[in-house]
Structures are given as C-alpha cells and as structure tokens.
C-alpha cells in the first residue's frame, strides 16, 4: 500500500503490502532481512531447479567472471557459449541443431515466431499466420502478448497485438476438438507456425494435457508444413519429469524456446534451438537474410557459465532420481484433496501439482488470491496462486518435511476466506 520508488512486476501496488525483503537464499528456502524463512514453493516464477545457491552453479559465476564479465557477441564468441551450444543440442530432442542465446523467456519466444517468419520469408514462401494453443502464456512482450491468452493482462495494449489463430485447449475428454482445429486452421490458409507449451499450459491455469495429444498436434503440423514452435520456457529442465516435456511425446520441435532453469535459475539465459531447416534459410549470401535479432547481454559469459555448471549437476548428480522423489510426494498430498469438497480438479505432472479452490468469483482478480497469498507467507510458504488455483512447484531439493506444512497451509486456506 505504497507509492515505492521501485515499481514491482505484476504488483498494484495500491492494494498490496509492502514487499517483503530478501536478504539470503539457500536450497529450497528464503531468508527476510529479519531472518524468517520462508519456503520457496513456486521456485522463485519457476526458475529454481535444483534449489538456490548450488555450490556449483555459485563457482562456476564467481570463476567466470573473473576472467571475462561481458563481450558483445557479434562476430566474437566465447567458449562458455560454444561449449553450452553444444551441449544444449546434445541434450535437445534429436534434431535440433542451431541455438540463438538471448535473455528472457520472452525473448526466447520472440525469437522463435522472428525466426519462424524469417524462414517463411526467406525461402519465398511469406507465410504470416501463427496458431497458438488457447490459455497460452509466452511472455510480457508485444510478440509474446500476442500469441498468448487475452485478458485483463493485456487488455491495454490491444491495439499494438497481432492477431493469431486461437486453438481450443485440449482438455481431457476434447483433444479431438483440439486436434480437428487445429486440422482445420492449417486447411483454411497456410500457417506458419504453431505455438504451444508442451504437456501443460503453466501460466495458463497450470492445465495438463497428454503426450499423445501433444504428438498428434506435432503430426499435424508435419502435414501442413506448418512450423511446431514448443515453449519450454517453463516445462524445460525437468518440471515434468523429464528433462524436456517434449520427450514424453517423442516429438522434435522445428523450434525450441528455453529460459529459466537454463541456469539453474541462478541468472537469466534463454536460449533458442532451431532445427537445420531454419538456420539454412537465413544462411545466405544475400545478407537481407540476416537473422535480424539481437541484445547487448546475448550469451552473457557469466550466464552461459552458469548454464554449464546447471549441465553439470544434471550430469553428475541424480537429478532425475530427486525429481522422481518430489513427483511421488506431491502424489501423495494432492491426491489427499480428491475427497476435499471445497478444491476441484487436484492435478499434477512430474513435480508440479495443482488445484482450484471453489470460489464463486474465480478468475486471476478473485478476491481470493491476495486473502491466499497472504495466508501463505504467514504460514512460512511462498505460493502465488493464478486467481483461485493454487500450485505448488518448488526446487527439487525439496524435502518431505519441507512439504509437509505447505499442503497443511492449502488445507487451511479456505478458513481463512471465510473468516
Ligand atoms: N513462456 C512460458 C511458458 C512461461 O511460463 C514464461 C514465464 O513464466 C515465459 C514464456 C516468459 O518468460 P520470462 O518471464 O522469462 O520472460
């Protein structure tokens, strides 16, 4: 409830409390400045994996910077960034060939319909339409607004967004609708690229859809010749329980957008992956053909260290094993909510798990969501419900008992609304 000189993201600042000093970060936990824990249980907007701070990740920054902080990353490279490029396409699903390093999970999505548009134009073919999976969320920017879901989010910037074609979400029991829509859309005029969030719409609702369904939706694309573009940018680096969500459907996207746990979540990368079909069609000597993108912190050396030390742990540490053990506890509590009248729709995918509060005034401005929020940080829990849905993804260091009082704080939760 106060005019700050720092203006928060996504805060109104009119209606929330001051926010809360952080002063230390440690696994799965934050520290206030007056040394209360708290939680992390939404990893910190989904970037944490492995916890905060991992002692690898940690020197891997301190030793990067001492010996190269910043260099522009046009005509000069570094082997922090050629080492993680290949890497990352070691890793990818099989295919994808070229990485392009940005900032953000935004810009990794804003380069990803660039290079789709760019592809299209290139080979002379300017295709320009996009087709998005409904409850999409892509990013902040203008690009990424417009492919992802409309709302009171967005509502101002409107007449600056691009229209898309709207795919219905493939909930259970309809992913034919799904499937013959998007069918459909590629029939009535050619698309360029099609863009989803594999397995799980995050932003969304924290929506869960099937492998197959994801796999028919990529089949599709392949018929049509329209360009699958998989926004990772939240599902990657073992959210689902697999290292990509993509693997679960055996599917190769012709682009592939990473950000947030890229580095373990410890500082921001995102990387972009493209299959060799693209990059051929901007390798010219034409320089018109040019990729045409680019920011001053591209490959950021400190960041690309950092990343590479988050492969490392993903090479030397038994990262799935631990994330295996998070999926079965987060089973175990939400399963408990399925004879819990006042939630619906208990849900989960490798470690994330969800639920909706019933409430009769649902959407992100329930009234319900700052009352949640609120409850939560007095409960030592850091959770940031999506109007009246609240999930839980915390790093995978997460301990049974750290969990334990998180789901005893959804528990309680609807008293609090009634009070
Ligand atoms: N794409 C998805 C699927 C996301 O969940 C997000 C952020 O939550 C983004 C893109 C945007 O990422 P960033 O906030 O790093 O710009």
Request: glycine share 8%; charged share 20%; hydrophobic share 45%.
């Amino acid at each position: 409830m106060t005019r700050g000189t720092v203006w928060h993201p996504f805060t109104q600042h009119a209606l929330e409390p001051q926010p809360i000093a952080i002063a230390r970060a440690e696994g799965a936990w934050l520290e206030t400045a007056n040394k209360r824990r708290i939680l992390d249980g939404i990893s910190s907007w989904w970037v944490i994996t492995h916890g905060h701070r991992h002692p690898a990740i940690v020197a891997a920054v301190h030793a990067e910077i001492d010996r190269l902080d910043q260099v522009i990353f046009a005509a000069l490279t570094h082997e922090p960034a050629e080492k993680l490029a290949e890497k990352l396409v070691s890793l990818a699903p099989p295919g994808l060939a070229h990485v392009f390093y940005s900032d953000s999970g935004s810009t990794a999505v804003e380069v990803a319909l660039k290079m789709a548009l760019g592809y299209w134009r290139n080979i002379g073919e300017p295709r320009t339409r996009i087709a998005a999976l409904e409850h999409g969320y892509h990013g902040d920017t203008i690009g990424t607004m417009s492919a992802g879901a409309r709302g009171v989010f967005n509502a101002a910037y409107e007449p600056l967004l691009f229209d898309v074609v709207r795919i219905p979400f493939p909930h259970p029991g309809r992913e034919q609708e799904t499937l013959d829509a998007l069918d459909a859309a590629a029939r009535e005029a050619p698309l360029a690229a099609f863009i989803a969030e594999p397995l799980i719409a995050g932003a969304g609702g924290m929506l869960i859809y099937g492998a197959e369904t994801l796999a028919e939706m990529k089949r599709i694309c392949e018929r049509h010749n329209a360009l699958f573009i998989a926004d990772e940018v939240m599902t990657g680096w073992g959210r689902t329980g697999t290292l990509f969500a993509c693997t679960q459907a055996g599917v190769t996207p012709d682009i592939l957008c990473l950000a947030k746990g890229l580095t373990g979540g410890s500082v921001p990368l995102a990387a972009t992956l493209a299959t060799p079909r693209i990059f051929e069609a901007h390798y010219s000597e034409d320089r018109a053909r040019t990729f045409f993108h680019s920011s001053s912190f591209t490959a950021n050396p400190v960041c690309c260290a950092a990343a590479l030390a988050n492969l490392g742990i993903w090479e030397t540490e038994p990262v799935l094993e631990r994330i295996g053990k998070l999926a079965a506890l987060q089973a175990e509590h939400i399963a408990a909510f399925e004879t819990d009248s006042r939630f619906e729709n208990p849900r989960r995918i490798g470690t994330i798990a969800a639920l909706d509060l019933k409430v009769t005034d649902s959407g992100y401005l329930a009234s319900a969501s700052l009352a949640l929020r609120a409850h939560f940080l007095a409960s030592g829990v850091l959770l940031r419900p999506l109007g009246n849905t609240i999930y839980v993804m915390p790093p995978y260091c997460t301990t049974a008992a750290d969990l334990a009082p998180v789901y005893d704080a959804i528990r309680s939760a609807p008293d609090v609304l009634t009070r």
